[in-house]
């Protein structure tokens, strides 16, 4: 299987695991899952950090990368494609950083694991 991680599901799944339901927590420690990562998210997350809206037991940076690594995470990268797709999706959801996931989703076949209802409603496959 493969799936993306919304942001706020890798930060709990990081830092607050019992906000994780078990259902999702089964996948992400499935070795044989491919979870995915976006560099969105890792962009999310240094900005917030930045802004002291997110506190880290570490730099935004070293947090994020230590933890790609210490989960065998697969970075996503944002393509043209991906950044094209976001600005022309309905305005659903607010948060632009959630529209690029969603659009990532949508051209890479990608369900996200989420707790965000609204995701769902561009029609991606969410896992939660």
């Given amino acids: 299987?493969?799936?993306?991680?919304?942001?706020?599901?890798?930060?709990?799944?990081t830092t607050e695991l019992e906000r994780v339901p078990?259902?999702?927590?089964?996948?992400?420690?499935?070795?044989?899952?491919?979870?995915?990562?976006?560099?969105?998210?890792a962009w999310e997350i240094a900005i917030k950090h930045d802004r002291g809206r997110l506190k880290l037991p570490e730099p935004a940076h070293e947090f994020v990368i230590n933890r790609i690594f210490r989960l065998s995470l697969q970075p996503l990268n944002i393509e043209m494609s991906h950044a094209l797709?976001?600005?022309?999706?309905?305005?659903?959801?607010?948060?632009?950083?959630d529209r690029l996931l969603v659009a990532q989703s949508q051209l890479e076949n990608l369900p996200i694991l989420t707790s965000d209802p609204t995701i769902a409603r561009y029609g991606v496959s969410v896992i939660w």
Avoid: K, Q, V
Avoid at 22 to 41: H, M, P, Q, T, V
Avoid at 85 to 97: E, K, V, Y
């Fill in 85 to 97: 797709r976001a600005g022309s999706l309905p305005r659903i959801h607010r948060d632009p950083f």
């Fill in 22 to 41: 078990a259902s999702a927590r089964d996948i992400i420690e499935d070795g044989s899952n491919y979870i995915f990562l976006s560099a969105a998210s």
């Fill in 1 to 13: 299987m493969r799936a993306l991680f919304d942001t706020h599901t890798f930060l709990w799944f």
